[in-house]
């Protein structure tokens, strides 16, 4: 059973742009909410994480929103540039556990 | 550099053969994950241990068995491999509590083939 749902499958963006991932959910046990980067022969990566009282994060050009009406969160990565060229996945974490349990992943190639 | 490293990088072994992947997490850890990565089925999350009990299950198959040790390593030990059981397989590790700023921590992984 699918916890989160990821899309697009794959994006392809021109430097400069935005790139836009989406994530939605269902369990409204879900206290934590982060954004994992994955580079070709590397384990995935910290990126960027929210928790469901916030409705958006900014760290540098990556920005989570959280519609938690709508069980949907978002990451947006201005300025997009070719070493963001990656595999990114959404995850949620149930309250009182640790375990991840990860989106399928969105492929984004950044053309120069 | 996560901290979290793994052994090997790299196995090839046959249908039916059991193989055991090492995983010492980052210096301090509690927590071990395992997880699986396929093309078809992305990260998909095996089992957790904290401090050498099993705190939670996932996917994982009957024929694979975990274990965390008195020094935190953990392995991941695989049996009556399947063609299908080839995947990328990683360990993941996480200090502190529950809450916001507890980040799990990936290693690179173990690349698995059964032929």
């Known amino acids: 059973q699918q916890q989160v749902k990821q899309s697009p499958q794959s994006l392809i963006v021109q430097k400069g742009g935005i790139s836009i991932i989406n994530c939605a959910y269902e369990?409204?046990?879900?206290?934590?909410f982060p954004w994992y980067q994955q580079f070709p022969g590397k384990g995935p990566a910290l990126l960027i994480a929210?928790?469901?009282?916030?409705s958006e994060k900014k760290e540098g050009r990556f920005t989570i929103s959280f519609n938690k009406s709508a069980k949907q969160f978002s990451l947006h990565i201005m300025d997009s540039q070719p070493g963001d060229s990656a595999t990114y996945f959404c995850?949620?974490?149930?309250?009182?556990?640790?375990?991840?349990?990860f989106g399928s992943g969105t492929r984004l190639q950044v053309q120069p | 550099d996560s901290g979290v490293t793994q052994t090997p990088k790299h196995l090839i072994t046959a249908t039916g053969q059991r193989v055991t992947l090492r995983c010492s997490p980052r210096s301090g850890d509690l927590s071990v994950y395992w997880y699986q990565q396929s093309l078809d089925q992305g990260l998909q999350f095996l089992i957790h241990?904290?401090?050498?009990?099993?705190?939670a299950k996932g996917n994982i198959l009957e024929r694979f068995s975990a274990q965390q040790f008195p020094d935190l390593h953990s392995e991941l030990n695989l049996s009556s491999l399947e063609l299908g059981d080839s995947a990328l397989y990683f360990c993941?590790?996480?200090?502190?509590?529950?809450?916001?700023?507890?980040?799990?921590?990936f290693g690179e992984g173990s690349w698995l083939t059964v032929v």
């Open positions: 929210i928790r469901p009282d916030v």
């Open positions: 241990y904290y401090n050498g009990e099993e705190r």
């Open positions: 993941a590790s996480s200090g502190g509590d529950s809450g916001f700023g507890n980040t799990i921590y």
């Open positions: 369990n409204t046990a879900f206290d934590y």
């Open positions: 995850a949620t974490r149930y309250t009182g556990r640790r375990a991840l349990t």
